[in-house]
């Protein structure tokens, strides 16, 4: 690598990590975070690149290829390929290095927080503010406040580390994402066996003096929970085979709900 002298100070760094809160603010199914991701790097690209337009241009364009990667750990690879632009590395590595990296990044990102922290904390803050406690808010606010703010110290150590944190997310990538994963899938089958629930409140009458509960005569016989666990599956099924939207899922589960309810069935 060549030797140079860093051009930004860490309190401009700090502004790229900021900044990435952008990221998907004109996300599009043909080049996904690109937009963002080539806004994001605009000022500090257009301060290496200041004496050549030619070069700012090609660099932008590069910036606004198709990428998809964790919106939080996004400010690490940020200031990782930043390094190399400064260092007016070659352009085939640059881009190379990027494609390379914003997938296990998303691996690892999507393991840490969306399977697993998050998931843990929600599960834990909802448990306070069911028994009306304001003290579940105020935790998961802060642990999310946490998460923001992380995203400037991770553009900074991108920045540093430069060409040595290929090594580092190689050497740590398959093992975080793994334990991470099933940790996050231990969590969630505990918060769907918690908060999943599917009461069936319809009897069937035999006669005048009994009848028969469908949810604790019936479906509780074949398998206590057994409709939560059913739903759960098919929605994962669906998600899986991308035949329906999530938001599609949830607007069905919210008719169902309340169509159920109001018929006198759930």
């Not at 502004?15 to 806004?39: D, H, I, P, T």
């Not at 304001?134 to 923001?148: D, E, Q, S, T, W």
Request: with cysteine; charged share 20%; aromatic share 10%.
């Amino acid at each position: 690598m060549k030797e140079s002298k860093k051009l930004f100070s860490k309190k401009e760094i700090r502004k790229l990590g900021l900044r990435s809160v952008l990221l998907q603010s004109c996300f599009n199914y043909e080049r996904m975070q690109g937009a963002g991701w080539a806004y994001t790097m605009m000022p500090f690209l257009k301060r290496i690149h200041k004496d050549d337009d030619e070069a700012f241009s090609v660099a932008m364009k590069d910036n606004m290829e198709f990428i998809n990667t964790n919106p939080t750990v996004a400010p690490f690879l940020m200031g990782f390929l930043l390094s190399l632009e400064e260092k007016k590395e070659d352009r085939t590595l640059i881009n190379s290095l990027k494609v390379a990296l914003f997938g296990p990044l998303a691996g690892i990102g999507d393991a840490l927080l969306w399977f697993t922290l998050l998931p843990i904390i929600a599960g834990i803050c909802a448990s306070f503010a069911s028994q009306g406690s304001v003290v579940g808010p105020i935790i998961f606010f802060i642990v999310y406040l946490g998460i923001f703010l992380s995203r400037m110290s991770l553009a900074g150590f991108g920045y540093e580390l430069g060409a040595k944190a290929i090594d580092k997310i190689k050497d740590s990538s398959k093992a975080l994402t793994k334990a991470a994963t099933t940790l996050g899938v231990t969590v969630i089958g505990a918060l769907i066996a918690t908060y999943v629930n599917i009461d069936v409140v319809s009897e069937i009458k035999i006669n005048e003096e009994h009848s028969i509960a469908l949810q604790a005569d019936f479906f509780d016989k074949i398998l206590p929970n057994i409709l939560p666990l059913g739903y759960t599956f098919l929605m994962y099924y669906l998600l899986k085979k991308k035949q329906v939207s999530p938001t599609v899922l949830i607007l069905v589960t919210f008719v169902l709900a309340i169509v159920g309810s109001l018929l006198g069935v759930l």
